[in-house]
């Protein structure tokens, strides 16, 4: 199993700003995914991060508009940039631990006014 | 690319009712299948998880789910359901040979009346 803590638990925030959400995983792992809960909607996955590299992005999702980093195994950052109220969803970090199985996070829910 | 159905998006039952919640998935080769469930106000946690072998699988909290390749169907069933299981359950496909993606349905709104 992986444990995986996600700052900030939720926010609200202003319309134009940007907002970086911190994931942190107790144990090394290779896969690691961003997500998107929208309200009453299904799980969209936002990117792949990837560690020392750019992350790789689903379609519909660009990089200036969610810049990812992910410097080593156990950490990631998702920005939301120049936010709208569009915006307003459960970010979740997830991993794939070594049974395969993908654990989430407790997500972060922005709100964006 | 994968792609999940799931044909319920709500469903209100008694407790002790039988449930069978849908799950159709698109993809031709091998596939992982999963069932997660989300209780009101928790993060989301597996249920119960195919990836080969006996395609009648048994997870947690009496839930079991059938993996039917010919219909591409991977249903949720359970016998007998308690008010507890009132949560959202999201079907969800990962393909191993690709790009290891995970694809979520769009989920089934699960009340149980007591």
């Known amino acids: 199993s992986a444990v995986i803590s996600q700052k900030p638990s939720r926010d609200i925030c202003q319309r134009g700003t940007s907002l970086t959400i911190q994931c942190q995983v107790d144990s090394q792992v290779t896969m690691m995914f961003w997500y998107r809960q929208q309200p009453g909607q299904s799980l969209t996955l936002i990117a792949t991060?990837?560690?020392?590299?750019?992350?790789?992005?689903e379609s519909g999702f660009v990089i200036d508009k969610f810049p990812i980093s992910r410097p080593n195994l156990t950490f990631s950052t998702l920005t939301v940039s120049n936010m709208s109220p569009e915006d307003s969803s459960i970010y979740l970090c997830?991993?794939?631990?070594?049974?395969?199985?993908?654990?989430f996070g407790e997500g972060s829910r922005l709100t964006v006014l | 690319a994968q792609s999940v159905s799931q044909h319920n998006h709500h469903v209100i039952l008694s407790e002790a009712a039988s449930l069978e919640l849908g799950c159709n998935y698109s993809?031709?080769?091998?596939?992982?299948l999963f069932w997660y469930v989300q209780y009101p106000g928790q993060h989301l946690q597996l249920l119960l998880k195919?990836?080969?072998?006996?395609?009648l699988v048994k997870g947690i909290k009496g839930f079991e789910a059938e993996f039917i390749k010919s219909k591409f169907s991977f249903n949720l069933r359970k016998p007998s359901v308690q008010w507890s299981d009132t949560a959202e359950y999201f079907c969800a496909v990962n393909a191993p040979s690709g790009t290891y993606k995970y694809i979520f349905g769009t989920g089934t709104r699960l009340k149980v009346l007591a």
């Open positions: 195919y990836f080969s072998g006996d395609p």
């Open positions: 991060a990837n560690q020392g590299s750019e992350a790789t992005y």
């Open positions: 997830s991993v794939v631990v070594a049974t395969g199985e993908l654990f």
């Open positions: 993809y031709g080769g091998t596939v992982n």
